[in-house]
């Protein structure tokens, strides 16, 4: 099982950027879909999430009409569009595959916010 992040940087405050998680070794599909971010110091928070068939969302209040979660089960992808970027969004993100009582993580990419 794999969950490989890809697309963290170094953005500047306002900027965009584009997180995808690539999964493989288990059945995409059946998993609802997670976004978690960890700042230094601070504990893992949840920053957005999607059912298994796409058809619910649900964002922190932090990032609401800032992020957008989705998902292609065809290419086996999870993303994160972060617009509209702040240095307090500066953190490692994790993407996360749960089923029931079976979860996985990725090792994480890191997004830097500053000037």
């Known amino acids: 099982v794999q969950l490989v992040e890809s697309g963290g940087g170094l953005v500047q405050p306002g900027g965009s950027l584009r997180l995808s998680c690539a999964a493989s070794?288990?059945?995409?599909?059946?998993?609802?879909m997670r976004w978690y971010r960890q700042a230094p110091g601070k504990e893992r928070e949840l920053v957005a999430g999607?059912?298994?068939?796409?058809?619910?969302?649900n964002y922190a209040d932090s990032v609401k009409d800032r992020f957008t979660i989705s998902r292609d089960n065809d290419k086996n992808t999870v993303y994160l569009q972060m617009n509209s970027l702040k240095p307090e969004d500066t953190a490692v993100y994790y993407c996360?595959?749960?089923?029931?009582?079976?979860?996985?993580w990725g090792q994480g990419t890191q997004v830097t916010v500053s000037s």
């Open positions: 996360y595959a749960k089923r029931v009582y079976i979860y996985y």
């Open positions: 070794g288990f059945t995409f599909s059946a998993y609802e």
């Open positions: 999607m059912s298994s068939a796409g058809r619910s969302t």
